[in-house]
C-alpha cells in the first residue's frame, strides 16, 4: 500500500470521526504515509454566503493547521503530510494565493467543484446537469481544469474527471478534450491524483478514468494517490483497483510531496 493523499476532517462540515482514527487506520492497512487535505474555506465568496456544510470556516483554517501539526508530532516517525484542497474560481487566483499564503502546507490540491457557482457534485443541484448539452459541459469543466493546471497554484489536480460523478456522460466521444486536458496539465508540470471515491458513487469507476490515465502516462504526467475518505473506514479503500489502474497504464510510481516538493514512492 503506498500512500493516501486525499483525506478530510470534520472542520469540511460533511465528514465525520477523529483525526486519530484516520491516522490508526491508515497505519493498519499498512500505508506508507497519509496527507490530510481538508476543504480550503469558501475564499470565493462573501462571509454570509458561505456554506459551512462544504468547506471549513474562516477561522478554523489556523484550527485545522495546528491539528495536524499535533497529529504529526504525536505519531511520528509515521509521515502525516499537511495538504489542503483548494477550489480553482477562474478570477479568484489572487484571493487564493492570499489564503494559501498563511501556511507552510506539503501540497495543495485542486479541485473543480463550481462552474459559474453551480455546485455541479452537490446531490442537491443534481439538476442543474438537465439545463446543459453534455458534451458541451464537459468540455467546459476541462478547460476550467486546464486552466487551473496552468495557474502554477496547484501541486496535484484532485478527481480531475469529477464532472462525472452522477454517471451523466456525453454520447460523444471526449478523447480529444481529454488529450488537450492531459497536455496542459503535462505543459505545466503539476500531477494528477487518482482518487478511489469515484468506486464509491454513481460513475462507479476510479477518477480519472483508464483514458485519462494511459494519456496522462503517454505526456509523462506524474501521479498520486487518494482515497477522499470521509469516514476513517475509507482510508485507503478501493486502493489495490487503482494501482493495477495505474500498472495497466505503465506507471510504476507515484509522488510524494514534502514542503511541495516532489519524491517518490515504487508501486
Known amino acids: 500500500m503506498p500512500i493516501d493523499y486525499h483525506i478530510h476532517t470534520k472542520m469540511c462540515g460533511h465528514a465525520s470521526g477523529e483525526m486519530d482514527e484516520f491516522v490508526v487506520v491508515g497505519k493498519q492497512k499498512g500505508l506508507k504515509e497519509i496527507g490530510f487535505a481538508d476543504h480550503i474555506p469558501m475564499y470565493f465568496l462573501p462571509a454570509e454566503e458561505r456554506d459551512n456544510s462544504i468547506a471549513m470556516k474562516e477561522e478554523e483554517l489556523d484550527t485545522y493547521a495546528g491539528r495536524v501539526r499535533e497529529m504529526q508530532e504525536k505519531y511520528y516517525p ?7 484542497e483548494a477550489d480553482f474560481i477562474p478570477g479568484k487566483e489572487k484571493e487564493l494565493l492570499a ?36 458534451y458541451e459541459l464537459y468540455h467546459y469543466y476541462f478547460t476550467t481544469v486546464q486552466k487551473a493546471a496552468a495557474s502554477g497554484i496547484f501541486d496535484s489536480m484532485a478527481h480531475p474527471d469529477l464532472i462525472k460523478k452522477f454517471g451523466i ?4 466521444d471526449v478523447t480529444g478534450i481529454y488529450e488537450d486536458t492531459v497536455r ?8 494528477v491524483e487518482i482518487n478511489t471515491a469515484g468506486l464509491r458513487v454513481p460513475a462507479g469507476e476510479i477518477y480519472p478514468d483508464t483514458v485519462f490515465v494511459k494519456l496522462c502516462h503517454k505526456y509523462k504526467v506524474p501521479v498520486t494517490l487518494g482515497s477522499d475518505a470521509h469516514q ?5 479503500v478501493g486502493f489495490k ?27
Open 78 to 84: 509515521f509521515p502525516i503530510k499537511f495538504g489542503i
Open 99 to 134: 489564503v494559501l499564503k498563511r501556511h507552510d502546507f506539503d501540497y495543495v490540491l485542486g479541485s473543480i467543484h463550481f462552474l459559474d457557482g453551480w455546485g455541479f457534485d452537490n446531490p442537491r443541484h443534481r439538476q442543474g446537469y438537465d439545463k446543459w448539452d453534455i
Open 169 to 172: 456522460r456525453p454520447d460523444r
Open 184 to 191: 496542459e496539465i503535462a505543459a505545466s508540470g503539476v500531477c
Open 232 to 236: 476513517p473506514q475509507y482510508v485507503g
Open 241 to 267: 483497483e487503482a494501482v493495477a489502474v495505474l500498472k495497466s497504464a505503465g506507471y510504476t510510481k507515484v509522488v510524494t510531496f514534502t514542503g511541495r516538493n516532489k519524491n517518490y514512492y515504487y508501486i
